[in-house]
Nanobody, 118 residues
Framework: VQLQASGGGLVQAGGSLRLSCAASGSIFRINFMGWYRQAPGKQRELVAGIISGGSPNYAESVKGRFTISEDNAANTKYLQMNNLKPEDMAVYYC?????????????WGRGTQVTVSS
């Protein structure tokens, strides 16, 4: 079971980026999928996520700018990040809680750097 994260990069303030997170392997069910981020010297924080069958939730700091979309057939979620600000600069980590085998487990994708220049 893997979480394949992609996207990120360098963008000017006000620009947009899209992150993707794809779960692959013998997955019975996705309970939750989302993104955390960690800036230098700060704790990792939940940016956005969605429980299976539910509505997305967003951190206050990104509401109105970030949007999660889904491709359930491909077990993939996307995080569209618009109007990026320098304070959004961080390493973003895809996270999922997956039912694999006979239990739920926590899975992380590789971090992807988002750099926002002012």
């Amino acid at each position: 079971v893997q979480l394949q994260a992609s996207g990120g990069g360098l963008v000017q303030a006000g620009g947009s980026l899209r992150l993707s997170c794809a779960a692959s392997g013998s997955i019975f069910r996705i309970n939750f999928m989302g993104w955390y981020r960690q800036a230098p010297g700060k704790q990792r924080e939940l940016v956005a996520g969605i429980i299976s069958g539910g509505s997305p939730n967003y951190a206050e700091s990104v509401k109105g700018r970030f949007t999660i979309s889904e491709d359930n057939a491909a077990n993939t979620k996307y995080l569209q990040m618009n109007n990026l600000k320098p304070e959004d600069m961080a390493v973003y980590y895809c996270y999922a809680r997956l039912w694999v085998g006979s239990a739920y487990g926590d899975y992380w994708g590789r971090g992807t750097q988002v750099t926002v220049s002012s």
